[in-house]
């Protein structure tokens, strides 16, 4: 479909469905196509997708790839917007980023702060930011309360109590010392936890017992190495750590993405009376670590 033949909506100047954005700023529909050639447009063509919903707008493209004529179209709609809508980004530099914006003028400053910053090497995939614990306030709700319950208890987890269970189990990790007390192994798997979304249900399954440092694919090793490195000092000393991490992440199936989280690592006595490391994350893109100039 032309790109003037596109009518304007009540809310944002583009219609609702699913659109391809060409070289030369036409719009196209993608009905019809199969998502299964995305990754072909993306970086053979250089076109940025669009998904368009009453709720907001989402664009898709590959930031090195993406065609001169393609991003100024979608930039130009977007200045038309007559309200805040949401507008969500998904850009692919090295590995796919997710953001997500209220505001459709911040949307257009990240696009082009992507766009100036996407011949920039990076030197390392893994990157992580120590937060004083006087800083804990402000951290997102999820990390606040999970401070909160960990001083409350006085550190132990069976102080917790079970009403908070279904809001707080999801997201955390458990790392406990073998026998020997040589390593710290995966005791639970959180199913809303980092490791679950990367390393999939069936590693999740069989994650019991295995080593902290150990990765689920091997171009994760350095990061699962680094994020783990700080887990014993908070065994021996019980002091709690907030921490930023932004690190590129191969899951078992699909492209690398870029993950962004909070977490919290603190030490709790479990029921048996020994001690254990639990890691709390919160995923969110408000973090310290920039990536291309921005969240």
Same mark, same amino acid.
């Given at each position: 479909m032309d790109n003037s033949t596109i009518s304007e909506s009540p809310t944002h100047p583009f219609q609702i469905g @699913?659109?391809?954005?060409?070289?030369? =700023? =036409?719009?196209?529909?993608?009905? =019809?196509?199969d998502s299964s050639i995305d990754t072909f447009l993306f970086r053979h063509l250089g076109q940025v997708k669009l998904i368009?919903?009453?709720? +907001?707008?989402?664009?898709?493209?590959?930031?090195?790839h993406v065609e001169e004529g393609a991003l100024p179209?979608?930039? +130009?709609?977007l200045c038309e917007c007559k309200k805040n809508i949401s507008v969500q980004l998904n850009f692919f530099y090295i590995g796919w980023a997710q953001e997500n914006y209220s505001d459709p003028l911040k949307a257009i400053d990240r696009i082009f702060q992507v766009k100036n910053g996407r011949s920039i090497d990076i030197l390392h995939t893994t990157m992580m930011a120590k937060h004083g614990i006087e800083n804990i306030d402000k951290a997102t709700p999820l990390i606040n309360r999970g401070y909160k319950l960990w001083d409350r208890s006085g550190g132990c987890f069976d102080k917790i109590s079970q009403d908070i269970y279904p809001n707080?189990?999801?997201?955390?990790?458990?790392f406990r010392p073998d026998r020997r007390e040589e390593n710290l192994n995966y005791a639970y798997v959180g199913s809303k936890s980092?490791?679950?979304?990367?390393? +999939?249900?069936?590693?999740v399954a069989n994650a019991t017992s295995r080593v902290s440092d150990q990765s689920c694919a091997p171009e994760d090793d350095d990061f699962?190495? #680094?994020?783990?490195?700080g887990f014993q000092g908070v065994l021996d000393t019980g002091e709690p750590r907030y921490e930023h991490v932004r690190a590129l992440l191969h899951p078992e199936e699909g492209e690398p993405f870029w993950l962004?989280?909070?977490?919290?690592?603190?030490?709790h006595m479990l029921h048996d009376g020994k001690p254990a490391v639990i890691c709390?994350? @919160?995923?969110? #893109?408000?973090i310290s670590i920039p990536l291309l100039g921005g969240p």
């Open positions: @699913n659109w391809w954005v060409d070289e030369s =700023g =036409g719009f196209h529909s993608a009905y =019809g196509i368009v919903k009453h709720s +907001g707008i989402s664009i898709h493209w590959d930031s090195r179209a979608v930039l +130009g709609r707080y189990l999801p997201h955390i990790l458990i980092t490791a679950a979304r990367v390393a +999939g249900r069936k590693w699962a190495e #680094q994020v783990s490195a962004s989280y909070e977490r919290l690592l603190t030490r709390l994350v @919160n995923q969110t #893109q408000d």
